[in-house]
């Protein structure tokens, strides 16, 4: 084992006694599986765009946040 790096047993005793984990991750590389993104271009007609800002901003998220929220809102009520 390199110096530096702990075993699964040593992080969980640190989690346990409430230690700040975050110096032992290398998050630059980490990933969430089956969460991967891919980038698409959407035209939308500038009078809905308004609309959709506005009801984003009512919310309080922004304009990708609430166009992801309703598409996902839209598929999930098939």
């Known amino acids: 084992m390199k110096k530096g790096l702990l075993t699964a047993r ?3 005793r640190l989690h ?3 230690v700040d984990l975050s110096e032992h991750l290398g998050v630059a590389h980490a990933s969430r ?6 980038r698409v271009n959407v035209d939308f007609p500038p009078a809905l765009l308004r609309e959709i800002d506005a009801e984003a901003r009512r919310i ?8 992801k929220l309703r598409l996902a809102d839209a598929v999930n009520a098939r």
């Open 16 to 18: 346990d006694r409430g």
């Open 60 to 67: 309080g998220i922004n304009r990708q946040a609430y166009i």
């Open 33 to 38: 599986p089956g969460r991967e993104v891919q």
């Open 10 to 12: 040593a992080l969980d």
